[in-house]
């Protein structure tokens, strides 16, 4: 089992800016543009690793320790999905939402550590996010797998083979897609592409990140953007037409990419909230949940 | 080892605490003497104490310490029991190192009236041992009397400060009214017991409102000593003012007295209640978790912060507490074991990592003389080891993986996610989601606190000249720490061990079973409870975040050696000066627009109009909230007794002509009383 699941943190992690790049791509292409190619995200990451860094005069050991600690943590989360038929019995839902966590509050504490008034702006905001985000994540999943009697991911995961696309599903489905976007950084929530003041969240606090930190921080939040996609289609997109594909493989691949041309969607048909305007938005997640609930 | 070396034991630390007192009386000339001979005393009691409850927690058995008849007292006994002997751990981790940390803190204090402050604190100390050992209702009302006092001189030490008495005072209003109720639950229990014993009070025939009305009077009275929102105003205003040794055991165990008495009715006397007992305990949590720490991030003083987070600590505890009586009563014991077994936890955890977190902030406050942290600010340069230990207290607090904060958290998490298996229904459905989002969005809010005290307290450059030439505390001071922040890190790795005595000291109860709930094998933790399910791989997890760590390590070095060059911030071309950065208020100000409803936030601006606007106007900027619970509860009750004095004060005008007259109408009226016939 151990072994098995290195090689799916491996396998996961090595993934992730693919996903990343794709994403790019899809939104170039809806944008009439060329856009770099999806495998982008790999040559910068190749190149940054090999660069020397500007480190803050103020900065502490913690923004040292922080990309450590942030991929260690990435690592975890990726190992632990159940990704393979029902995972390894480990995977607690509440222990990767706190992992998330732990990687937030540190990313949080190095905006920070150098004093920068846009990355300590940032934290905030990103401390704020989370305040909305983490109940919302927790509710989505709880509302529909609940029945389950166990947090474990797997079992989870087995449920919703067994009920998909009943209405409870449909329903949490929406509030979890919610939760994916805000978890990701992605519009209308916070824009990925910008250091603009406005939307600063995430991005801001790694501004003074450069080089093999910045290398190692980015792959973290790639990783933790395609966990979240990984969750959100082992709970919600459950089905395979195994007569045109026999491949678990390459379903789980069309699925995970699919959702990526959907977060590419919403991202160019949208536009950027308003920081205050995001409760409400989050709030909707809440109540589709709480409707699944209901409804279950 | 059995019961007599054990009494013996527990003599020789009442004789250690007491030689404590004796001590520093005896060597108030020379406050340096003093206070290492008297603290030390106080460490070593504490060890003894650590000794005698982690041999009964191991052993399981209660053991009966002292029997005595006494006048019209009956039987009185002092009995360490499981349930005791746990509480008595935390007192002697968290005591142990506050004795050590005030040998160095109150080197500090070193003035005619020092020797006062040791031996109060080995007084606190002895008392609070015997609020958990006594099991007479009369002797635990001495006790508990004798920690308020010794609690409220300690809190008023520095007399010098008015806001210090002002606590003071509030405290003692409180508290007395808090125990007001707890006696009249006392003796409600003796009248139908016959006995003040509490073996006596154990399943004792009461009608159901009688029950009830037990219920609700323990509630009240444990309920003021735990702070619960609206029983919490004198909490944020007492523990701050106390030196920070003593908040760190008002904090971290005094409170929790407050749950061990709950336990002692809930669990003990009462047994299983109906269901609205736990639904009312839960509702309370709630308030108190969410209240708790929305005031905590909008506090500046670093003090008060850990105070009102103490709210939010008891509430969380309160959640489990509740869960598990709702569990009870629906007849699920398993479940209610992990209710209350989470509860235990997080009480223990929380009195661990608080107890550090005043430890630290008191160092922090002793170096640079002020405990607002606007003005702090650089501190992890200047004070590295008191960083370091805030920080694992900052991550334990926001239960974060892989410290002792997130076990307890987690296993609050379950028994809230199983609770519709015992409040069925739509209702009981939507009431647990609510009561997740809610309990998720505190673990949110607690983050954000902990990031805003550790990033503005201790990261970037110093706010203030003070915090500039603040000075590393003494080893006596970090030294404590530092082993604190060991038992986090151990408590998070470790859980079983703990987790197997808490089994222990509830598996006795009605109610409850905790046999087979706790399973350990090699991955970690796994809970197991008919149709709940629960695992939490602990090992798994250090392993995963540990190779996760080093990969990131590996692809560091991956390409080369790596090059770090310094250099300063950018801040759009200006030089950037402390004035730049983030402050505390700035920090929680989103979730204070968002909260604003309960907050009721007001700021004020109040803007140079005469300097050019291009340059840049001085501006002056206030912030503030209002307490909602304070407002709308204390100050019609304040008004009412200040106008029912207003209206007594005619009475009592001063004038020696009036009282006169008032000592001739009562002679009259007594001799015509006499007089009658």
């Known amino acids: 089992m151990a072994l098995e699941m290195l090689v799916q943190a491996v396998g996961i992690t090595l993934l992730a800016p693919l996903l990343q790049g794709f994403i790019q791509w899809c939104k170039a292409r809806l944008q009439n543009r060329r856009g770099p190619s999806p495998l982008q995200p790999y040559r910068n990451l190749f190149k940054l690793l090999a660069k020397d860094m500007v480190v803050a005069g103020t900065a502490s050991w913690i923004s040292f320790v922080t990309p450590f600690v942030c991929f260690g943590a990435a690592i975890a989360v990726a190992a632990l999905l159940p990704v393979v038929s029902s995972g390894w019995g480990v995977s607690d839902l509440f222990l990767i939402v706190y992992l998330f966590g732990l990687s937030r509050f540190l990313l949080a504490l190095a905006g920070l550590d150098s004093g920068n008034s846009f990355a300590g702006m940032g934290s905030s905001r990103e401390m704020y996010l989370a305040v909305l985000v983490e109940p919302a994540f927790l509710l989505a999943i709880v509302a529909t797998a609940g029945a389950v009697g166990t947090t474990e991911l797997g079992r989870m995961v087995q449920h919703a083979t ?67 996609v990984v969750l959100f289609v082992e709970l919600f997109f459950p089905w395979h ?28 048909s949208t536009a950027k909230m308003r920081l205050f305007r995001l409760p409400n938005f989050l709030a909707a997640s809440g109540l589709l949940a709480l409707l699944a609930l209901v409804a279950r | ?166 606590a003071g005072f509030i405290y003692v209003v409180m508290t007395y009214t808090g125990t007001a109720f707890l006696m009249a639950g006392f003796f409600i229990m003796a009248a139908a017991a016959g006995d003040l014993s509490f073996e006596k009070f154990i399943a004792v025939s009461l009608t159901q409102p009688q029950r009830d009305l037990v219920f609700l009077l323990a509630f009240i009275g444990f309920g003021t000593k735990a702070g619960i929102i609206p029983l919490h105003v004198w909490l944020p205003k007492a523990h701050p003012a106390a030196p920070s040794h003593v908040s760190a055991i008002l904090s971290g165990v005094m409170l929790k007295t407050a749950i061990y008495g709950m336990a002692r ?27 708790g720490v929305l005031y905590a991030l909008m506090e500046t003083d670093i003090k008060r912060l850990l105070a009102y987070s103490s709210l939010e600590n008891l509430g969380v505890v309160l959640l489990g507490v509740g869960a598990g009586m709702v569990f009870s009563s629906a007849g699920k014991p398993l479940l209610a074991g992990l209710a ?55 991550l334990a607090i926001s239960s974060l993986p892989p410290l002792n904060g997130f076990i307890s958290e987690w296993l609050t998490l379950q028994s809230l996610f199983f609770l519709p298996q015992a409040l069925t229904g739509v209702s009981g459905k939507i009431a647990g989601a609510l009561l997740f989002i809610a309990l998720a969005m505190t673990a949110a809010l607690v983050a954000a606190c902990f990031v805003k005290v550790f990033g503005i307290a201790f990261l970037a450059r110093a706010r203030s000249r003070k915090a500039e030439t603040a000075k590393e505390a003494p080893f006596t001071m970090t030294l404590p720490m530092l082993g604190l922040a060991g038992a986090c890190l151990y408590f998070g790795l470790q859980p079983h061990s703990m987790l197997q005595a808490i089994s222990r000291v509830l598996q006795p109860y009605i109610g409850i079973d905790t046999r087979g709930l706790f399973e350990v094998d090699r991955i970690g933790l796994m809970i197991q409870a008919n149709h709940a399910e629960g695992v939490l791989s602990v090992t798994l997890l250090a392993g995963l975040l540990l190779i996760g760590c080093l990969a990131a390590a590996g692809l560091y070095y991956l390409r080369g050696k790596a090059v770090r060059v310094t ?58 909230i209002r307490y909602i619970v304070d407002e709308a509860i204390y100050y019609p009750v304040q008004r009412w007794i200040l106008r029912q004095a207003r209206f007594m004060k005619r009475l009592q005008a001063g004038s020696v002509q009036l009282y006169v007259g008032y000592v001739l109408v009562v002679t009259i009226v007594v001799l015509a009383w006499s007089g009658r016939k």
């Open chain 1, 241 to 268: 037409w195994f007569d045109l594909i026999p491949s678990l493989f390459v379903w789980g691949m069309l699925k995970i990419f699919l959702v990526g041309f959907l977060l590419a969607l919403t991202e160019t």
């Open chain 2, 567 to 624: 250099a300063p911030i950018w801040a759009c071309g200006r030089a950037a000066t402390p004035r730049n950065q983030y402050s505390a208020t700035g920090f929680s100000g989103p979730v204070r627009w968002s909260f604003r409803y309960v907050l009721r936030s007001q700021r004020q601006r109040i803007v140079d109009e005469n300097e050019n606007i291009y340059v840049g106007r001085k501006l002056a900027y206030h912030q503030s």
């Open chain 1, 162 to 228: 067994a009920h998909s696309f009943t209405l409870p599903y449909v329903l949490a489905a929406g509030a979890f897609f919610i939760v994916v976007i805000a978890e990701c950084g992605r519009i209308p929530v916070d824009n990925p592409d910008t250091h603009l003041e406005l939307t600063m969240f995430q991005e801001a606090t790694l501004i003074e990140y450069s080089g093999r930190q910045l290398a190692l921080l980015l792959w973290s939040v790639y990783v933790r953007q395609l966990a979240m």
């Open chain 2, 265 to 291: 009715f809930y669990l003990e006397f009462l047994g299983v209640g109906p269901t609205w007992w736990g639904v009312m305990v839960i509702g309370f949590g709630i308030v108190s978790a969410l209240l």
């Open chain 2, 1 to 166: 080892m059995n019961d007599l070396e054990l009494d013996r034991l527990f003599f020789q630390m009442v004789i250690i605490f007491l030689t404590g007192c004796m001590s520093a009386v005896a060597l108030w000339k020379s406050p340096r003497l003093a206070n290492c001979v008297s603290h030390g005393l106080a460490a070593g009691g504490c060890a003894l104490m650590f000794y005698l409850a982690g041999t009964v927690l191991a052993g399981g058995e209660a053991v009966l310490i002292f029997i005595g008849r006494w006048l019209h007292a009956g039987e009185v006994a002092l009995r360490i029991d499981p349930l005791a002997a746990f509480f008595l751990l935390l007192l002697s981790v968290v005591g142990g190192a506050a004795s050590i940390y005030a040998i160095g803190y109150t080197a500090d204090h070193y003035s005619r009236r020092y020797a006062i402050l040791p031996v109060l604190f080995n007084l606190f100390l002895l008392s609070t041992v015997f609020v958990f050992a006594s099991s007479h209702a009369g002797a635990f009302l001495i006790a508990w009397e004798l920690m308020t006092l010794t609690s409220l001189l300690l809190v008023v030490y520095e007399h010098e400060h008015a806001a210090n008495v002002r």
């Open chain 2, 340 to 394: 209350w077994a989470a509860a235990l936890f997080h009480a223990f955890n929380h009195g661990i990592f608080k107890a550090l977190l005043f430890l630290a902030a008191g160092a922090v406050v002793q170096a640079t003389g002020t405990r607002d942290l606007e003005a702090l600010g650089g501190l992890i340069r200047r004070m590295p080891y008191t960083a370091a230990a805030f920080f694992v207290g900052a």
